[in-house]
């Protein structure tokens, strides 16, 4: 019985065209070609989207939750990437 | 003086407190992943069962238009079933394994729907009261703690305020039309009233989960806060309808600015729960049925698909 279950898929959807595809749950399905379908039935019922890509849940690799703190800690102390860390003067138009 | 690293209940909380949503990886207590599962499958099993009471009335709806309508409500509910199954995976439980649970009576389903439906007002009441009382124990739940269940409700919500006009039109309808269909609509509400208001739960007092629910920002408010802002709203719009909510004891009070009203009648609340309502047996035994006939189906598929990656593997 166990093996009759069909595999885990990842849906995302784009929702207009010149916007990028987003995550919005998974469903089962036996193969690529039924996920589309399964998922056009479950997440755009409502002309929610224009274009969907499914991946086999499997194929997801993360980031590791619990190392996040230290993962994304190089970022965290550089604040010149950001244009308000300077100051412009305020005769100066266009920056 | 030295102070103790936070213990990571402590970190959780925290972060839980901070309106911090926690996501399918994150540390979690088990306690929480347990009641998550249970709530989520519980909720994903209803709007399954869910479906079998209003598709009694598929077949037989008025008209074209009433068809569509209860076909698309009804494909929304199962779609509504697997937002909420998938939410519930993410927490490392299978899909097999809760409808394992389902089939042999181990997981819960809301009581409601072991109540039969009799008439086409039916169709109005479950829309308008069923789903109205959904809403409003879905709409909270769109700022759950748990990130996936979260999102998935705010999905559903998104389509439930269609299923609860559909409802109120359809008894809008019979309400302005022959005697005989006003008194259809009476009855059916005079039928589903209570049992609508058992959807919120036992009484907070009779409900030992509600405070960690809280605490972890599951729930957001108690059944008992629940059920009052649920008469409080249907109260008027029944009278709109010039139907009577069978509860004499429903009385506005000015100084609680709340309707007062009856005790629900817990006897037969425990009772259905426990698989003695009319109609536990017959939805409990639909859903073991479609899903025994539906096996070949699955390994059909299955079957078919392996076929075709192995020739493709071939010719590639
Ligand atoms: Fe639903
Ligand atoms: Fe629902
Ligand atoms: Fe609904």
Same mark, same amino acid.
């Given at each position: 019985? &166990? &093996?009759?279950?069909?595999?885990?898929?990842?849906?995302?959807?784009?929702?207009?065209?010149?916007?990028?595809?987003?995550?919005?749950?998974?469903? @089962? %399905?036996?193969?690529?070609?039924?996920?589309?379908? &399964? %998922?056009?039935?479950?997440?755009?019922? +409502?002309?929610?989207?224009?274009?969907?890509?499914?991946?086999?849940?499997?194929?997801?690799?993360?980031?590791?939750?619990?190392?996040?703190?230290?993962?994304?800690?190089?970022?965290?102390?550089?604040?010149? !990437?950001?244009?308000?860390?300077?100051?412009?003067?305020?005769?100066?138009?266009?920056? | 003086?030295?102070?103790?690293?936070?213990?990571?209940?402590?970190?959780?909380?925290?972060?839980?407190?901070?309106?911090?949503?926690?996501?399918?990886?994150? $540390?979690?207590?088990?306690?929480? +992943?347990?009641?998550?599962? !249970?709530?989520?499958?519980?909720?994903?099993?209803?709007?399954?069962?869910?479906?079998? *009471?209003?598709?009694?009335?598929?077949?037989?709806?008025?008209?074209?238009?009433?068809?569509?309508?209860?076909?698309?409500?009804?494909?929304?509910?199962?779609? @509504?079933?697997?937002?909420?199954?998938?939410?519930?995976?993410?927490?490392?439980?299978?899909?097999?394994?809760?409808? %394992?649970?389902?089939?042999?009576?181990?997981?819960?389903?809301?009581?409601?729907?072991?109540?039969?439906?009799?008439? $086409?007002?039916?169709?109005?009441?479950?829309? $308008?009261?069923?789903?109205?009382?959904?809403?409003?124990?879905?709409?909270?739940?769109?700022?759950?703690?748990?990130?996936?269940?979260?999102?998935?409700?705010?999905?559903?919500?998104?389509?439930?305020?269609?299923?609860?006009?559909?409802?109120?039109?359809?008894?809008?309808?019979?309400?302005?039309?022959?005697?005989?269909?006003?008194?259809?609509?009476?009855?059916?509400?005079?039928?589903?009233?209570?049992?609508?208001?058992?959807?919120?739960?036992?009484?907070?007092?009779?409900?030992?989960?509600?405070?960690?629910?809280?605490?972890? +920002?599951?729930?957001?408010?108690?059944?008992?806060?629940?059920?009052?802002?649920?008469?409080?709203?249907?109260?008027?719009?029944?009278?709109?309808?010039?139907?009577?909510? *069978?509860?004499?004891?429903?009385? $506005?009070?000015?100084?609680?600015?709340?309707?007062?009203?009856?005790?629900?009648?817990?006897?037969?609340?425990?009772?259905?729960?426990?698989?003695?309502?009319?109609?536990?047996?017959? !939805?409990?035994?639909?859903?073991?049925?479609?899903?025994?006939?539906?096996?070949?189906?699955?390994?059909?598929?299955?079957?078919?698909?392996?076929?075709?990656?192995?020739?493709?593997?071939?010719?590639?």
């Amino acid at each position: 019985m &166990n &093996n009759s279950e069909w595999p885990l898929w990842e849906v995302f959807i784009r929702s207009k065209q010149g916007l990028d595809h987003k995550h919005v749950g998974s469903l @089962h %399905a036996a193969d690529a070609a039924m996920a589309v379908q &399964n %998922a056009r039935d479950v997440y755009t019922r +409502r002309l929610e989207g224009v274009s969907i890509w499914v991946v086999e849940s499997k194929h997801i690799h993360a980031s590791n939750p619990d190392e996040a703190a230290e993962f994304f800690d190089p970022a965290a102390d550089k604040v010149y !990437r950001h244009p308000t860390f300077y100051d412009v003067p305020d005769s100066i138009k266009h920056m | 003086m030295e102070t103790l690293a936070p213990t990571p209940e402590e970190q959780f909380q925290a972060r839980i407190d901070a309106d911090i949503r926690i996501e399918p990886k994150d $540390w979690m207590p088990e306690a929480y +992943r347990k009641t998550l599962i !249970r709530q989520i499958s519980q909720h994903a099993h209803s709007e399954l069962v869910g479906m079998l *009471p209003e598709g009694n009335w598929i077949t037989r709806a008025p008209s074209l238009k009433r068809k569509s309508i209860l076909l698309a409500k009804v494909q929304d509910e199962a779609g @509504h079933g697997l937002y909420l199954y998938s939410a519930a995976e993410t927490l490392g439980t299978s899909r097999e394994q809760m409808l %394992a649970d389902l089939h042999s009576g181990k997981a819960k389903y809301s009581s409601i729907f072991n109540y039969p439906t009799l008439s $086409w007002a039916d169709m109005g009441c479950v829309g $308008w009261l069923v789903d109205g009382a959904a809403i409003l124990n879905q709409v909270p739940l769109c700022r759950t703690s748990y990130g996936p269940y979260a999102r998935a409700m705010v999905r559903v919500c998104k389509e439930e305020s269609f299923h609860q006009r559909q409802g109120f039109e359809i008894m809008q309808t019979l309400c302005e039309g022959a005697p005989a269909q006003k008194e259809m609509a009476q009855e059916a509400l005079n039928r589903w009233w209570w049992p609508t208001l058992m959807m919120f739960g036992p009484k907070d007092s009779e409900s030992p989960n509600t405070e960690q629910s809280m605490k972890w +920002r599951i729930k957001r408010f108690t059944n008992d806060e629940l059920r009052q802002k649920f008469v409080d709203m249907m109260v008027p719009q029944a009278e709109f309808l010039g139907l009577t909510v *069978p509860d004499e004891k429903v009385k $506005w009070n000015e100084e609680r600015q709340a309707y007062d009203f009856g005790e629900v009648n817990w006897e037969e609340f425990w009772a259905v729960v426990k698989g003695n309502g009319l109609c536990n047996h017959e !939805r409990l035994q639909a859903r073991v049925q479609a899903h025994e006939e539906g096996a070949w189906v699955r390994e059909a598929a299955l079957a078919h698909a392996g076929k075709r990656k192995a020739r493709e593997t071939v010719a590639a």
